[in-house]
Each structure stands twice: as C-alpha cells, then as structure tokens.
C-alpha cells in the first residue's frame, strides 16, 4: 500500500522541477565547460546579491514553498494516510536539500558574476538596497504564495493525467510486461481515486 504513495512523491519531485526554474535542469546534466576564474570583486557583489535576498534562509524558503506546492496536488489525489507519507517524504527531501544551500549560493554567485558585468552588479546591489528593493523582498513570500494559490487548481486538475502521462513513457521506455503495466494502473487507481467517489 505504501509504493504508491512513494511513487507518487517522486513523481511530484519530478513535476516541481517543471514548476520551478531553478529545479528544472537537471542537477547533473552535463559538465560545465571550463570558465576563467570569477573575477574576486564581482564574485563579492553576486555574494552580496545572496545575502541581500535572504540568503540561506531564502534558498531554503522556496523549496519549502515548491514542495509545499506539489504536496498540496498529492495530498489532494491520496488517501489520507498515503498523503501523509508523501507529506513526510517531501518534508525530508526539503531538509536534505537545505543542508545544500551553501553550495547552491556558490553555485549561484558564481553563475551571476559569469553572466553579468561588475557595473550591473553593482546595480542590482544598489537596488536591491533600496527601499524599493527591500519591500519587493519583502512581499515576495506573499507573491509566490499568491501565484501557487492560483496555479493550485490548474495544477490539481492536470496532476492525474500527468501520472498516467509519467506512467506510459516509463514503462515504454522500461518495456514492461502487460503485468508489471497491470500493477502500475492498479497501484496508481488506488492512489488516484476519481473524484466522484
């Protein structure tokens, strides 16, 4: 009875990559081509970037926030103890992935020294120091919860049919047998029950 519902998380961590851009490539895709060394002053302004926005507490805010979201759409597709489950296996996975975070912020600074010159840097430190920029991180918790509010019924709706979409591709791509394609149909009606019952 539990397979399903792990299933069901690990699918719900593959479509909140969809949901988020910061999860949606893949963590090791493919290496990096060799990049000169970040310059040490702009890497110190993309550093700042990070603790002007919140920093550790922020990266680790919005995948709370991500999983939050994607545990809603499960939890609205499961039996009650199966949602639970899914519940804790996304609060671990959240856990896990916050001990990242220092690196996540490395990575990141490193990409936005890489990518942006040292005057628009220190622009976007400029702004992000004003009163303007410090009230749009203060309202964007708000924001994004207001945005995933909306998406929650559209996300809800589509979630089903993701499973069964998720469900044909891998066992095509695993070529399962009529009976192992049997116990996943079975495995995902008893985790999706329709909505009239």
């Known amino acids: 009875m539990r397979l399903p519902a792990i299933a069901v998380a690990a699918i719900a961590l593959a479509a909140s990559a969809a949901w988020s851009p910061?999860?949606?490539?893949?963590?090791?895709?493919?290496?990096?081509?060799?990049?000169?060394a970040a310059d040490a002053?702009?890497?110190e302004l993309a550093r700042q970037l990070y603790d002007l926005s919140g920093g550790a507490q922020a990266v680790k805010d919005h995948l709370?926030?991500?999983?939050s979201a994607a545990n809603k759409i499960v939890a609205a597709n499961l039996p009650p103890d199966q949602g639970r489950l899914s519940a804790a296996i996304n609060r671990d996975i959240v856990d896990?992935?916050?001990?990242?975070?220092?690196?996540?912020?490395?990575?990141?600074?490193?990409?936005?020294?890489?990518?942006?010159?040292?005057?628009?840097?220190?622009?976007?430190?400029?702004?992000?120091?004003?009163d303007s920029g410090k009230a749009v991180l203060r309202k964007l918790p708000a924001i994004r919860q207001e945005m995933l509010a909306r998406e929650m019924p559209a996300?809800?709706?589509?979630?089903?049919?993701?499973?069964?979409?998720?469900?044909?591709?891998?066992?095509e791509e695993l070529a399962c047998t009529a009976r192992q394609r049997q116990?996943?149909?079975?495995?995902?009606?008893?985790?999706?029950?329709?909505?009239?019952?």
């Open 64 to 67: 709370q926030s991500m999983f």
């Open 183 to 197: 116990v996943v149909a079975t495995a995902l009606a008893k985790a999706l029950p329709t909505r009239g019952s």
């Open 155 to 171: 996300l809800s709706a589509l979630f089903p049919q993701l499973l069964t979409h998720v469900q044909d591709r891998v066992c």
């Open 41 to 43: 002053a702009k890497l």
């Open 96 to 130: 896990e992935m916050s001990k990242l975070a220092p690196d996540m912020i490395d990575n990141g600074a490193h990409a936005y020294a890489d990518n942006l010159s040292e005057q628009e840097l220190k622009d976007y430190v400029a702004w992000l120091s004003s």
């Open 22 to 36: 910061s999860l949606a490539q893949p963590l090791l895709a493919r290496p990096l081509p060799a990049q000169p």
